[in-house]
């Protein structure tokens, strides 16, 4: 491993932690969208029709997926903590807490997706062809959100309990279960599009089973009662609440990116769409190592061990770095052929080439603010990052304005300045999460943050 900064000590006992927790993860994280591919690939044997209603009912599962990773990233921290401390069985009082939350969660949104449904539908302006296909899929998919939120913080709970290799293999084994179900109910029973929401439901629901009695069991062994506590949801939610903060302004920069790029033209859109998917393809390795700090952290905190969590962070941040570096290069020597997978449109290639040289320098940064906001959310300083993430998203907000209105008129100025507003949010990220991290508030020891 090169020297990109001074190692710290004890590195090599280091990387063996980070990577038995990274690895599985991101094999983990790269499964969901082979398996979003594969589900396409077999709805769109129906028709174009077909397709758009998965992509538009598609849409908003996501939306609600992101807006609920908060059940994963708090778990993951509190569960960590008390494990680092020794009290593995009140670090599954928390998780279980979790574990109910996600069901009251995921019976809120039943309880208000199913009449909202044509709505949603409507509102992601689906065409009159596509919004019945649409509607469908989420009505019928809208049953497996408790499943996916109950997979969301059990996931937290076994990464918290520093096992990735278990949420691999649930994982995995969803995904395949779901591509199988769908093939089987979509080609070979002629169920239609809502063959394919029903093997979705059929996998998730599955795979929530799985997550209860795998923390069932542990809480058995451990003497810890699976009903939850009052005391135990007011925590989860609190976590939660900040997380839910520092996503939703995470989502309002992107969602904003997405709105100025196609107020530029269609092939500005266009080319800005796949820079977006490269560069979130890129980030799926960093949020690996991301996650990995969760777990580390947390443990090392509850432990009180504060030596050996800064000693964890200078390794992590060192390999963030590399792994940009790495990407820089890889993004440079594909850049002239990359379009080519995409489009035969010339002036889209055109745009794209510009973006890329702007994705392809961001990733040492990218790599950098992936990990410290790993990291600073398994110290379980969540109210934190909230606040950064609203305050960064405020900085970006007239850079983006400034390229819709004074850049409009010059497609590729227009879109390469929308990722160096892009850069200039994720520059104000890195520096508000490199204060914090030199600050050392965040590294509160003990079984529970006050």
Known sequence: MPRLLSAPPFRH????????????????????????????????????????????????????????????????????????????????????????????????????????????????????????????????????????????????????????????????????????????????????????????????????????????????????????????????????????????????????????????GDPEIAAHQVATQIWSLLVFAMDAIAIAGQAIIGRYLGSSDVSGARAATRRMVEWGVFAGLVFTAVVFAARPWAPLLFTDDAQVHRLLLGALVVVALMQPLSGVVMVLDGILMGAGDQRYLAWASFWTMLVFLPFAAAVRFCLADDAQAGLVGLWCAFAVWMTARGATLALRARSGAWLVAGAARP
């Not at 059990?154 to 969803?174: F, H, I, K, M």
């Open 13 to 264: 006992a280091h990387d063996r932690e980070i990577f038995r927790l990274a690895v599985p993860t991101f094999f983990a994280l790269v499964s969901e969208p082979l398996f979003l591919l594969s589900d396409s690939a077999i709805v769109g044997t129906l028709g174009t029709a077909e397709l758009g209603g998965l992509g538009v009912a598609g849409q908003v599962l996501m939306t609600l997926a992101n807006l609920c990773i908060f059940l994963a990233y708090g778990t993951t921290s509190a569960v960590a903590r008390r494990f680092g401390a020794g009290e593995t069985a009140a670090g599954l009082r928390s998780g279980i807490d979790g574990l109910w939350l996600a069901v009251l969660i995921g019976a809120a949104i039943l309880a208000i997706g199913m009449p909202a449904a044509p709505w949603l539908v409507q509102a992601l302006g689906a065409s009159p062809d596509v919004a019945p296909h649409a509607l469908i899929y989420l009505r019928i998919s809208l049953l497996s959100a408790p499943g996916l939120l109950i997979i969301m913080a059990g996931t937290g709970v076994l990464r918290g309990l520093q096992d990735a290799t278990t949420p691999l293999a649930v994982s995995v084994g969803a995904n395949l279960a779901n591509i199988g179900l769908a093939a089987l109910l979509v080609l070979v029973l002629d169920w239609g599009i809502a063959g394919s929401a029903w093997a979705t439901v059929a996998a998730q629901n599955t795979g929530a089973a799985v997550y209860v009695a795998v923390v069932w069991r542990a809480a058995r062994r451990h003497g810890v009662s699976p009903a939850p506590s009052a005391a135990g949801l007011r925590s989860a939610a609190g976590a939660g609440f900040a997380l839910f903060v520092r996503t939703v302004s995470l989502r309002v920069v992107l969602v904003v990116c997405t709105a100025v790029a196609a107020r530029l």
